[in-house]
């Protein structure tokens, strides 16, 4: 099984128990579950974030390997660049974020469900910085090309 090119399907752990991390994966799957794997409690990569580390594949590409595989990762700390929550896992997201103390905004009272969202100027790791939500990074990526 080669790059998958569709948006995710389902949700990390739901429906059927994601294979072991093992031989089995893909090795394009294995790389984008290292990066998860690597990201800080409290700190969060954006999809595209992920596949500019590896320089390798696009957005939709790691949204589909975290839908598969990314059960036992910490799937929610790869995010949509816009901070807005996994619809359809913002219970179970916003409890890992509020346990490890991930920056959240809150919704406004016109947002539908009130859910918060991610604070992506503070949450946004680097790949390179020591973790610190408040460190006062600019949050691109710290792999390779450029992120604008």
């Known amino acids: 099984m080669g790059k998958a090119g569709g948006a995710p399907e389902g949700l ?22 290292d990066v998860a794997d690597a990201i800080p409690r409290g700190r969060v990569m954006t999809y595209g974030d992920v596949a500019e580390w590896l320089d390798e594949g696009g957005p939709r590409q790691v949204g ?7 059960g036992a990762a910490p799937w929610w700390r790869v ?20 346990e490890e103390g991930t920056p959240l ?4 009272p016109a947002s539908e469900g009130h859910v918060p969202r991610i604070d992506m100027r ?7 910085s020591d973790g610190d939500a408040d460190d006062g990074g600019d949050g691109a990526p710290g792999g390779a090309g450029t992120h604008t």
């Open 105 to 108: 905004r809150q919704a406004g």
């Open 12 to 33: 990390p752990g739901d429906a059927e128990e994601p294979p072991a991390r093992a031989a089995e994966l893909p090795a394009y799957a294995e790389r984008v579950l």
């Open 122 to 128: 503070r949450a946004r790791w680097d790949g390179a």
């Open 79 to 98: 995010v949509r660049a816009d901070g807005t929550l996994l619809p359809g896992a913002e219970p179970r997201a916003l409890a890992h974020y509020r």
């Open 64 to 70: 589909r390997v975290m839908a598969l595989y990314g």
